[in-house]
């Protein structure tokens, strides 16, 4: 069995419809289409804003990489000066080195031949004693007789004239 609708049924409804439309058209909808326009403002200012936001990572990465770049080349360089003045203070402390050792080897020399030309007078001053006491000796010895020591001192008196003309 098949219900047939009545007339005046759609007709109440037809004006029920038409007036929730209206009322809707009139208060809900604008309504509706404001939060759909502001949701879709907001989205799109949201995805404006990533896409700024990517850019400036961009920028702020290629700015990174350009200064670890120009880090690297300056400790690059900084080493290189380092090794430099390592090897330039090396060069120098091998240098001062060998003028203190050429100056200290000089004043060794110095005393060495300081102490040489002490012990040379030592030895002739002793050698000069030794030959004061020995003739003394000999000559005790060969002038206890009184004709002797006349003999020697005319001898003497002789050879002082002879090597003086």
Request: hydrophobic share 45%; glycine share 2%.
């Amino acid at each position: 069995m098949l219900l047939k609708p009545e007339f005046g049924l759609v007709i109440w409804m037809l004006i029920c419809f038409g007036t929730v439309f209206l009322i809707l058209a009139k208060f809900g909808f604008p309504i509706i289409t404001k939060m759909v326009e502001e949701r879709k403002n907001y989205i799109q200012d949201s995805l404006d804003a990533a896409q700024k936001a990517n850019e400036q990572l961009a920028t702020i990465k290629q700015q990174s990489d350009e200064i670890l770049s120009s880090a690297k080349t300056e400790q690059v360089k900084i080493l290189k000066e380092a090794a430099d003045t390592r090897e330039r203070i090396i060069n120098e402390a091998r240098e001062q080195a060998k003028i203190a050792g050429a100056k200290e080897m000089e004043e060794i020399k110095k005393q060495i031949q300081a102490e040489k030309d002490q012990a040379i007078r030592d030895i002739r001053r002793q050698v000069a004693e030794l030959s004061v006491d020995v003739a003394e000796k000999v000559l005790r010895n060969s002038l206890k007789d009184p004709k002797e020591q006349m003999s020697m001192i005319d001898r003497l008196v002789d050879e002082a004239m002879v090597s003086k003309s």
